[in-house]
Nanobody
């Protein structure tokens, strides 16, 4: 089992920045990829960014050039640096980890609210 705990959400004005963190614990040796999803009210959960082991990062078109995903293996933590935030980025952001071909583990979510 893997446990994921997100932090760093909050309220920010449009154009501002936030950094989300996701600390992993448990059977972290089994993780082959980590990612960030988000879900806005009334919308489906969507992939924002992913970072696989030894592979290149991927981003949703809506965040390319503004968000950066990174990981610190020594701290078992993945980050999502968000810049130039827009009101449409408002959502609950979830950290996810994969040990198979799907996302097997999820964090509890952290709210990001961008005011106009």
């Amino acid at each position: 089992q893997v446990q994921l705990v997100e932090s760093g959400g909050g309220l920010v004005q449009a154009g501002g920045s936030l950094r989300l963190s996701c600390a992993a614990s448990g059977s972290i040796f089994s993780i082959n990829a980590m990612g960030w999803y988000r879900q806005a009210p009334g919308k489906q959960r969507e992939l924002v960014a992913r970072i696989p082991d030894g592979g290149s990062t991927n981003y949703a078109d809506s965040v390319k050039g503004r968000f950066t995903i990174s990981r610190d293996n020594a701290k078992n933590t993945v980050y999502l640096q968000m810049a130039s935030l827009k009101p449409e980025d408002t959502a609950v952001y979830y950290c996810a980890a994969s040990s198979t071909i799907r996302w097997d583990y999820w964090g509890q979510g952290t709210q990001v609210t961008v005011s106009s």
